[in-house]
């Protein structure tokens, strides 16, 4: 197992963009830790900025500038990163945990039980993904677990589908026929040899289900069905639409987060793909 981890980290050490986006990454990470250390969340709230200048363009004092109420935007951008990366990351395991344990349970046992849990997992495919989140985000309290909650109860489909087709290719190869003989029961074989060879592709899936997550909270709080307690890079773009900081040309607003958004997801998404031909043997051949 250390002798493939370390193989697999190897091969994805020598890809440039995969390093990059990796350090991207841990970079935004770092300012999320580090965001309650610099600076104190009373800093971003509009009782406590009536001093500074509004809509005041970069500068020393405030890098990002400000906005209509004179926080800085910069502050916001640090605070902002830890409620999109926090949403993303829970929304993307709630979403893998969902769709590997229905992928391993319909692959595994087939019959009945995959009929069933197939149909329900086509049920949910075939519901448009965005209206359902937005509407479940309408009716439910608005919160940052109930983003969480609305992402990963209609995210998972694809991930389960994934799954159960590993599954399904590992479950007939001879090594598990062998075991089976030999008296291994069901949670030996899952545990032994249907987990291990399903875990590479749920780890790159994970990868690309993060950005995923991201930019359906980003979308959710732009519509304003976000948590309004909580400062998002989403929310801030949506204060900013309110507000018409395009109309004022006040670019460091909405820019900066955008920006943000951006080099997260593209950076998910790049390591993603390098991680699922890294640990891919045919995408390796070809």
């Known amino acids: 197992m250390k002798a493939n981890v370390s193989n697999a ?76 990366l926090f949403v993303g990351l829970a929304a993307t395991l709630l979403t893998i945990v969902i769709g590997t344990v229905i992928g391993l349970a319909s692959g595994f046992f087939g019959g009945w039980t995959d009929a069933v849990l197939m149909r329900i997992t086509d049920w949910f495919l075939v519901i448009p993904f965005l209206p359902t989140a937005i509407v479940l985000a309408a009716v439910l309290n608005r919160s940052l677990w109930t983003i969480v909650f609305v992402i990963g109860i209609t995210s998972w489909p694809s991930t389960a589908r994934l799954v159960r087709s590993q599954v399904l290719s590992v479950r007939s190869r001879l090594y598990v026929d062998r075991a089976r003989a030999l008296g291994a029961g069901r949670a030996h074989l899952v545990r032994r040899h249907i987990l291990p060879n399903v875990t ?82 045919r995408l390796r051949e070809t």
């Not at 965001?35 to 405030?62: C, E, G, K, L, M």
Request: proline content about 6%; overall charge negative.
């Open 200 to 281: 590479p592709l749920v780890m790159a899936s994970t990868t690309l289900a993060v950005p995923i997550s991201i930019l359906t909270e980003t979308t959710l709080s732009f519509l304003g069905l976000g948590d309004p307690t909580q400062v998002s890079w989403g929310f801030i773009l949506n204060e900013a639409r309110e507000k018409g900081a395009v109309d004022r040309g006040a670019w460091w607003y909405y820019m900066p987060p955008g920006v943000a958004i951006v080099m997260v997801v593209l950076a998910f998404t790049l390591l993603g793909r390098a991680m699922e031909t890294v640990l891919d043997p």
């Open 9 to 84: 980290w190897s091969r994805l050490r020598h890809d440039r963009l995969a390093m990059i986006s990796l350090v991207v990454l841990v970079g935004f990470v770092v300012m999320a830790v580090i965001t309650p250390w610099v600076s104190d969340r009373d800093d971003i709230r509009a009782i406590n900025t009536a001093d500074n200048p509004t809509w005041a363009s970069p500068s020393s004092q405030f890098i990002l500038g400000t906005d209509y109420l004179g926080r800085s935007v910069a502050l916001q951008i640090m605070w902002g990163s830890r409620v999109s």
